[in-house]
């Protein structure tokens, strides 16, 4: 790896480290993932609510979905759903 690199590499990560906040809605994310994965097992349509960008302005949204699977990573919940 090229020594500039190297040094860009090392910055990104001490910053990181420097600016990293640890969640705290762990119980919050813990019933989420409870509910998704009881509706997977169970095979029920769940409700989701969530507010998306467009032209700088917020939009909520309401939608009805089929969850299939589940993935948590940090800090999103990403739902794979039967379309």
């Keep these: 790896m090229p020594e ?4 860009l590499v090392v910055s990104m990560i001490k910053n990181e480290l420097f600016n990293y906040k640890d ?4 119980e919050e ?3 989420l993932l ?3 994965s009881v509706a ?3 095979k029920k349509k ?7 960008m467009k032209d700088s302005n917020e ?3 309401d939608r009805a979905i089929q969850p299939l699977g589940v993935l ?5 919940v990403i739902i794979k759903e039967d379309i």
Excluded: G, H, P, R
């Design 23 to 26: 969640l705290q809605n762990n």
């Design 59 to 61: 939009i909520k949204l």
């Design 40 to 42: 997977i097992k169970e």
């Design 46 to 52: 769940l409700k989701i609510i969530y507010t998306k």
């Design 34 to 36: 409870w509910d998704i």
């Design 72 to 76: 948590f990573s940090e800090y999103y």
């Design 4 to 7: 500039d690199n190297l040094e």
């Design 29 to 31: 994310v813990a019933a």
